[in-house]
């Protein structure tokens, strides 16, 4: 076991479990912020396939742009899920 | 005469008569028959210069006029022209869609008639399904379905039998399918698809289900349909199974006493369909409906006579198709006739019609004779010829059915003579008139045929025998005035003979006046009626024969389809009810056909 | 042995598939759906991937990882934001005329 | 009960998908296919798609990064539909978010920590996504990315001042003036070669800033349409403020 699989390993479960956070809350706040943290841990994993284009559009967008309106959407209807 | 003429003439004269037409208002028919009549007289001028033609108009257009297709054109220029001479009169709304649609029929049947190669021959033949199409939509759209079903069905079955054909040889023309290249089990499949595919039109069982219903629209245009345009079938197969395939390979699926096993069970089928079709015609009180079932059964007889392929039946059914584009035409416009003037379709609603419309009283009557087969009309050879064909080969099925049918003939048609013409006339008829000019000269124009071959079949056995020697068979043994067979033959010239001695006779019988005339009132009811009585029973008329024949005639194929379709239907209703409205469902859906399609392709791999 | 980056971006599918099926609040649907997208985007990353290659960029010498899958996901991704605030906007719309997010409270206002 | 059948499904998929895509290799070598006609080259060869980008693509494109390659030149058609959908996408948003009365909503004033930092760090973004997308086709990055860069720094903006608000009219110049450029340099390349989007320019030498011909100007000018309506697209969803 290499330190690219150990890693990967790693980000993969956190990815999974963010995920599943987003899933399952109830509050949307949360679940935006969940998956933009997948996001930023999905362009991490871009990068370390080799993928750097793809890391910088994933990091601009996914962590910040599609978080950043989803928030937005999220503040001008409701924040709980019921 | 070139290729480009012959296309100009058959295909775009009659197109340039559909487009004028269509703006000609009132005079609509009258233009479309003056195009028709052009067509015909090249028609006249052009026999015997036969050979094969190819138009290059862009696409390629194989061409060929022998004497098959003359033979069979001859049929549907005169049908047509006699259709539309009564349409003149008949006062349609919009005669001009009518005759713009007439034409375009007449043109697909040029067409098909004309063709060499396949591909134009199924374009040909789309042309002439949809304008019959839109002229039974003219009526009913719940009738154009029905009859669009079954073109379809129709359209399907020819272009599989002309896509096996292409598949083995590379080509459409005709030429290249008779090389030799499509093995005989192919033959098979292709054989079957055309057959089906043109006994459609022919109205064959189990396949006639939109025919009394397409048969119940305008007049004119069902006596074009039934009386010309149904003849293409006959002309599809005659000409797949005998000029395409040949004799030779219709024996190599094996033989039945000489008759190939695949025609035997076409013959069959259309032995049945007489049967049935003449069974169904005698019950019927809507004379529309009478007349399709009567045309479904003589067709029925055509189909026997391809079916069995010996020279004798195959003549036997190229004449009695051209006995039927006459008789059954003119049936149809005389019922037109009578319908026109009275506004009535049940039987059982008219009566005594005979007094008041002398003409078409004669001229159906005359018709009659030659559905009927009654000795002295042309109907009467061509029945002959196809009885004698299948008793030569001793066929216990086929024979005794058509013979049965024969017998029902009588009965209907003695329920038209009947219920139409004879008995007493309703008061509501009493000031009806005589059919007007242009419809009496349509009906006369199609009787003279029935009567002139009925003396001479020679002239028209001709014809026969040179579409026969043209495509390869044995002609037929026969002089002017008649015909042999191994088993005996006709002559009509003694049938004349004889004829007339008796109606000589009879003359001489009721001119001696042995014949007392018996008043109506006497024969009814002893001498007892009341005056208010319409003395006519064509009510209910052969209800002892229909109680007998009921226990049978619980057995429809109309219902079989009908039951059929309705467990789609249900089957349809109960799938509908999966679209729920709920986007969340059909995503749920989306995953589970993801799953089935995985799992299927996983499992393949 | 299934690869594991293959096992995480399935399971990032199967959540998104799972949400938007279970779940009937409009805005985690969106959620679920932006899950979906990111679990397409890394798998094709990842089935382009080679080992003990570099980017393709040629100013390093070496084996190069596939380009194309890559290419691809660039504009996906771009793609994806956008599709997604658009959904969001038809959302805050259906909130202004129904004044819920939950679906089967929507088709009952609906009917 | 749905939310059983859900998870039942989901886990099936799980599995059904896993067993699908482990027969994928994961890291393996590209392989190459069995020989075949390339009327390109002229010449038999048995390079997959891949393999020929990789082996012709500096020559053909004269770009050094082989995803601006494929994205601008090789498959140039696509992003400008691409680039049309994003269009549509910004657009549908704003139609979608455009409110007849306009209620203004209060926002509370970030501090000052927040206002000073962001002021500074705009123009380092700014500087950077531009960075990202002129050098497109040497180093990582280019128009999709440098446009998302260059899209946050504007949401920095958006978050830090309340009132702050991104003119329509020059947003819309900017990408209007943009696409245009696209299009007009496909339109260049029809006349000039006889293709749409041909790569007419002089390629110069690898690894130059000015190289790889018309890659870089469209790239800068995708960079600038993704930038301007993702800044479009932000300033829509935020509302009217105050």
Redesign the interface.
Known sequence: MDLF?IV??IL?TI??IA??I??EIKD?LS??IA?GV??LV?SI??YM??????????A???A???M???I???K???RW?? | MDALTLFGIFILLPLVGALLSYFGRKYAPIIALIFVAITGIFLYVWYGNFGSYTVDIGVKLNLTFDITTWFFMLMINTVIFSSLLFAVSADLKNAGGFSTLMLLGFTGANGVLLSRDFLSLYLFWELMSWSVYVLILRTSGEYARRYLLFGVLSAYFIIMGIGIIYYYTGSFLYEDALSGVIPYYAWAWILVFLILGFGVKMAIIPLHVWAPYAYSSEQPFVSFLSGGLSKLGTFGIYMSMYSIAGVGILDSFGTFRGVSLLGYPFALLGAITAFVGTILAIFQDDIRKLLAYSSIGQLGYVMVGLGLGTSLALGGALFHAFNHAFFKSLLFLGAGAVIYRTGKYKISEMGGLGYRMPFTFLFVLFAIFGLAGIPLTSGFISKWMLYEAAIEKKFVIIAPLMLIASVGAFLYSYRILYGIFLGGLKEEHKKVKEAPAPMLAAMFILMLPLLIFSIVPGWILGWINDVLTNTGLKPIDYTQFTYYSSIGGANMATFWIAFMVLFFVAVAIFIMKRARVVNQYDNYFAGEAPSSVALHAAHNYYKPLKDTWAPMLKYSVDRAYEKFSKFFVDGFYEIKKIYTGNPQDYAAYLGIAFLIFLIIGWWLL | MIPYYYLGSISLVVIGIYIVIAKKNLIKIIIGLDIMDTGVNLLLISVGYVKNATAPIENVPGPYVDPIPQALVLTAIVIGVSVMALALSIAIGIYKKTGTLELDEIMGVEE | MKRVLALTLAILLFIVFAMAFAKIPFGEKMSNYPDYYNPIENQTSNMSLPQHYLTYGKNDTGATNMVTAVVVDYRGFDTLGEVTVLFLASTGVGSLMYVEDKVKRKVRRSNAVVETGSKLLFGFIILFGAYIFIHGHLTPGGGFPGGAVIASSFLLLYLAYPKFHAEHKKLNVSESLAGLTFVIVGLLGLIIAGYFLYNFLPFGLPTYLFSAGVIPVIYVAIGVKVGSELTGIVDAMMGVRE
């Open positions: 699989t990967s390993l993969i990815m999974i995920a599943i987003a899933a949307l679940a935006a998956s997948m996001s999905v994993l871009f396939l080799q993928a750097p284009d793809v890391a910088i559009t994933e601009a967008i996914g910040a742009l599609s950043a309106v989803m937005f959407g999220i001008s209807t409701k899920e019921k």
